[in-house]
């Protein structure tokens, strides 16, 4: 059993348990209940001149541990918003990640740029929960959903006005994200099972994803000239969490990365 198994076994008992709170007709009308015609706006922000940037709000992680002692959530977003990020990406995952979805629906309803809920998807309701905390997009993982059930949420989150970031890790899930229809394919760089991080992967795989369909590299970005690589490489967005939570000074570490000064 890998950790990812672990951590998707824990989503499935923390749907069932949400459920019991607010069961899936209800959560499913409130979702329904909101602006589906939002023009998609975590697509339009990561199609750019230049590289995008999403910027992860991450406490801590199953490969790290604690990150951020100090987790001041929401200044933290407006930190990224004012350093120029073009998107968020808050962590909503309790257990390994300590997010919460009310940090999502805190800083959605403060900052002016589309946040994506980042959690592991396993079952319709999370969608809809995603859709009412004021998310923009939401991942889904191809290792943890067959392509018909990829394709099934993927459309579910676009009828509700969000985007879905497809993540894959190798040729095979790059194969699936577009059969299922992905028009956002991240590749991870950290393979989820094992918490290797290759960096290279992304850039290896993007040949694969056609043009038109937006790119973006996850995981293990420290460096300018790690952005530099991934921009020669074609990559139209990248996912930073750790090195920009690392850093005392967003705007400086986020204007380092794309400048090298
Ligand atoms: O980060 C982990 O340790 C991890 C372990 C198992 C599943 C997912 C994991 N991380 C999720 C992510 O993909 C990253 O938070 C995201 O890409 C940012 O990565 P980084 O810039 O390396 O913090």
């Known amino acids: 059993m890998t950790i990812l198994d672990t951590i998707a076994d824990y989503a499935r008992i923390r749907v069932a348990e949400a459920k019991k709170q607010v069961p899936l007709e209800q959560m499913r009308e409130r979702a329904k209940a909101l602006d589906a015609n939002t023009g998609f706006p975590f697509e339009q922000a990561l199609r750019g001149q230049d590289i995008t940037f999403i910027c992860e709000v991450k406490k801590a992680s199953p490969s790290r541990g604690i990150i951020a002692e100090d987790f001041p959530y929401l200044q933290i977003a407006k930190e990224y918003e004012a350093a120029g990020a073009n998107a968020i990406s808050v962590l909503t995952e309790p257990k390994w990640f300590k997010g919460d979805g009310s940090y999502l629906q805190e800083i959605a309803n403060t900052v002016s740029i589309p946040c994506i809920r ?14 009412t905390l004021g998310a923009s997009a939401i991942l889904l993982i191809v290792s943890l959903l067959d392509t018909p059930t990829l394709r099934r949420y993927r459309e579910l989150a676009e009828s509700l006005g969000m985007s879905a970031l497809v993540e894959t890790h190798d040729d095979g899930e790059v194969a699936s994200a577009i059969e299922a229809g992905a028009t956002i394919i991240g590749v991870n760089n950290r393979n989820l099972k094992d918490f290797t991080v290759d960096f290279s992967n992304s850039a290896r795989l993007r040949p694969l994803v056609p043009q038109g369909t937006i790119f973006v590299a996850e995981s293990g970005v420290e460096t300018p000239e790690d952005i530099n690589e991934l921009r020669k490489a074609g990559t139209d967005a990248v996912l930073i969490g750790e090195t920009l939570m690392r850093a005392t000074d967003k705007k400086q570490a986020l204007d380092h990365l794309k400048t090298g000064c």
């Open 118 to 131: 980042k959690d592991f998807i396993v079952d319709e309701y999370q969608i809809y929960e995603a859709k």
